[in-house]
């Protein structure tokens, strides 16, 4: 069964050539296209895509808003956000992320990149581009929890994972995929996935790079660590 994608993007001949590339792609069907933020949420509501390959500046409506509206409508809890963008600063990543992006690439990244990136958040791997280092996650997290936003991710949720679970959880905060947790635990990538999935229910978080954030601000993991 092909991905089904939206391609978000007001920057029409980029647009354009990311859907030539998705459509010549196998596995990949691009069911619409938006100009504007507010376009790709109603194009995630007319469509119920399973990715939706989001640029961050656009008018009317930013890529990060719209994530965040996309996130915040439970009909569209299965629809994944890759973020695509030329801007790759940190406050972007950290921005993104807290929207509920499941990934985030770079619009210099090679075709067969960015295909393989749909399939990635498509499988419910998270997807970050090489300047999203786990020390750098680590830090701005640190800093934004310390602000603004102490108390939001409540501690004992976390310790009411099973001990596998919070094995799990530090894996996929250092960036493991499924594949790679189940070499490194021995387990089949279907237990390792399943366990991913029990976490996300438990923790509330509509995607993978959510977890990321819960092992960093519940201080399961530590930055640089």
Do not use: C
């Amino acid at each position: 069964m092909s991905v089904r994608v939206v391609v978000a993007d007001d920057q029409a001949l980029i647009r354009s050539a990311v859907v030539e590339l998705l459509r010549s792609a196998d596995g990949v069907e691009v069911v619409a296209e938006a100009v504007d933020g507010r376009e790709a949420v109603a194009r995630s509501r007319e469509h119920h895509p399973d990715v939706v390959l989001m640029d961050i500046r656009m008018p009317v409506l930013d890529g990060i808003a719209a994530t965040a509206q996309i996130r915040g409508d439970e009909t569209l809890r299965t629809v994944r956000v890759l973020i695509l963008t030329t801007f790759e600063e940190d406050e972007y990543l950290l921005a993104a992320l807290r929207a509920g992006a499941d990934g985030f690439i770079g619009k210099g990244a090679e075709p067969e990149e960015i295909v393989h990136a749909v399939h990635a958040v498509d499988d419910g791997d998270a997807l970050l581009s090489p300047a999203a280092t786990r020390s750098l996650i680590g830090r701005f997290l640190q800093i934004d929890n310390a602000a603004t936003n102490r108390g939001r991710y409540d501690v004992a949720r976390v310790a009411q994972l099973t001990p596998r679970e919070r094995e799990i959880l530090v894996l996929v905060a250092s960036g493991m995929s499924n594949q790679e947790i189940a070499e490194q635990l021995v387990i089949s990538p279907y237990t390792a996935k399943t366990h991913v999935n029990n976490m996300m229910t438990k923790l509330d978080a509509p995607g993978r790079a959510q977890l990321v954030i819960w092992a960093y601000e519940s201080g399961l993991v530590t930055p640089g660590a």
